[in-house]
């Protein structure tokens, strides 16, 4: 069976699996004893899993759904009495993943956490995410006046969803690292120099504007841990020329311009309204008064 995806080949011939050199880097013996373990204790999980990881093996922009899903499943293993956790939003081809994970989607178009959290769960979790962070490549490094991306699984983390449209970007951040910090990744990502703090919302949670003082707090100061969501504004879109009516749908009916112009005799010949009567009421009027007058007989009486 061969199967495309994204212009990277996967043959499949009984058991051997023959993969493209840069999902090869990403497989390790780590990994693949963690998934041995896994088979052990449930193998239909394990095979659920190998399905949800070859819908992102090799695509190009999953690095980060990948990272973000093992950070889930860390915090849910190490806070199991945690109500809410921020719902997921990740590419499209983790959708299967998710759900081999206990994983439902939400009215809101994002990925919460839906299984129960029973021990023996919870050790197939723990195992997930270990497999998870072995097959995440190495993080990003610092450029451009950026700092180092923080390791998968580090304490004091917070994951940073950042909403541009139709353009969804995440990062990793420290909870002691700044708005600033937020702010030139920002500006790095979505190509935009001037990017200001104004253009800047947080919806996750929700919190006031950010205001120019905001830029020097932490993260965790603001409210925005162990993760947040930012929504920035696209100038192209809020720039753009209103759309213009439509002619055809301003055009009066016939039937209306009919009606208004009969309205306005009615109203001119309507006494309450100020107008003249009716020509219909002063006919009426004179024809009563003609028979209650008393009337001249055709014969004079005798004297």
Same mark, same amino acid.
């Given at each position: 069976e061969a199967e495309f995806r994204r212009g990277k080949r996967c043959v499949v011939r009984g058991t051997e699996i023959r993969r493209s050199r840069?999902?090869?880097?990403?497989?390790?013996?780590?990994?693949?004893?963690?998934?041995?373990?896994? /088979?052990?204790?449930?193998?239909?999980?394990? +095979?659920?899993?190998?399905? &949800?990881?070859?819908?992102?093996? &090799?695509v190009d922009g999953c690095e980060g759904a990948v990272a973000q899903i093992a950070e889930r499943l860390r915090g849910i293993v190490e806070m199991p009495a945690r109500g809410y956790w921020p719902p997921l939003r990740v590419c499209p081809e983790a959708r299967r993943l998710l759900a081999a994970l206990g994983f439902a989607e939400t009215p809101g178009g994002g990925f919460s956490y839906a299984g129960d959290k029973r021990p023996a769960t919870l050790a197939l979790l723990d195992l997930a +995410? $270990?497999?998870?962070?072995? %097959?995440?490549?190495?993080?990003?490094?610092?450029?451009? &006046?950026?700092?180092a991306e923080p390791d998968v699984g580090s304490a004091g983390?917070?994951?940073?969803?950042?909403?541009? &449209? $139709? $353009?969804?970007?995440?990062?990793? %951040?420290? @909870? @002691?690292?700044?708005?600033?910090d937020v702010l030139?990744?920002? /500006?790095?990502?979505?190509?935009?120099?001037?990017?200001?703090?104004?253009?800047?919302?947080?919806?996750?949670?929700?919190?006031?504007?950010?205001?120019a003082a905001d830029a020097r707090r932490s993260l965790q100061a603001l409210g925005l841990w162990p993760g947040c969501e930012l929504q920035v504004e696209d100038r192209r879109q809020s720039t753009a020329k209103p759309r213009q009516p439509d002619r055809a749908a301003t055009?009066?009916?016939?039937?209306?311009?009919?009606?208004?112009?009969a309205g306005r005799f009615d109203a001119a010949d309507d006494p309450s309204r100020g107008g003249r009567p009716a020509l219909k009421s002063r006919d009426a009027a004179a024809r009563r008064a003609s028979r209650? +007058?008393?009337? $001249?007989?055709?014969?004079?009486a005798p004297a």
């Open positions: 840069s999902s090869t880097a990403t497989m390790s013996k780590k990994y693949a004893a963690i998934l041995a373990t896994l /088979r052990s204790l449930n193998s239909r999980a394990e +095979a659920e899993f190998r399905r &949800g990881m070859a819908e992102v093996d &090799g +995410a $270990r497999a998870l962070e072995a %097959f995440v490549p190495s993080p990003r490094r610092a450029s451009d &006046g950026l700092k983390t917070t994951t940073v969803v950042a909403v541009r &449209g $139709r $353009r969804v970007e995440r990062r990793r %951040f420290f @909870s @002691s690292d700044s708005l600033a030139t990744w920002l /500006r790095a990502a979505f190509d935009v120099a001037d990017l200001d703090l104004k253009d800047v919302q947080a919806t996750d949670p929700r919190r006031p504007v950010f205001e055009k009066p009916k016939p039937s209306d311009v009919f009606k208004a112009i209650d +007058a008393p009337r $001249r007989p055709l014969v004079p």
